[in-house]
Structures are given as structure tokens and as C-alpha cells.
């Protein structure tokens, strides 16, 4: 998957389980509430990973010898 599909996709989850949880807390369903959390959270960290792998692409650009670097750390 492409680094803005894992953002978007990671987003709508995101709203999908904000939208679940806030359902949950209406009609005091305490599982839906739960699910709803859950899921919320599951899509901020799929969005933050098309975010990281976009930060990742960026440091490559400015620093092309980032590779030799990482190398040299690890």
C-alpha cells in the first residue's frame, strides 16, 4: 500500500471507531464503546505509519548518503 493510502486508510479507521465509540457511550453499549476505542486507535497508528514512512522518504531526499549513515550506527 502507498504511503497516502495508509494515511487515508488509517484516518477513515480513525473516524469509523470515534463514530463506533461515541455510539457506544450513547446508548451505553460498553462493548460497542470498546470496539469503537479500539479501532479509533488502531487507525491513528496505521495513519502515523504512512506518516513515518513519508517523514522517512523525506530525511532520504535530503541526505542521499543516509543509507552509509544508518550503516555505520547500527
Given amino acids: 500500500m502507498s504511503i497516502e493510502a495508509d494515511h487515508i486508510k488509517g484516518r477513515l479507521e480513525e473516524a469509523k471507531g470515534t463514530i463506533k465509540e461515541t455510539t457506544g457511550m450513547l446508548i451505553g453499549e460498553e ?3 470498546a470496539e469503537g476505542a479500539i479501532q479509533k486507535n488502531l487507525g ?4 502515523g505509519d504512512g506518516d513515518a514512512k513519508q517523514d522517512f ?3 532520504v531526499a ?3 548518503n543516509f543509507a ?3 550503516d555505520a550506527i547500527f
Fill in 31 to 33: 462493548t460497542l464503546e
Fill in 44 to 47: 491513528k497508528v496505521q495513519a
Fill in 57 to 59: 522518504l523525506k530525511i
Fill in 62 to 64: 535530503i541526505y542521499p
Fill in 68 to 70: 552509509d549513515v544508518g
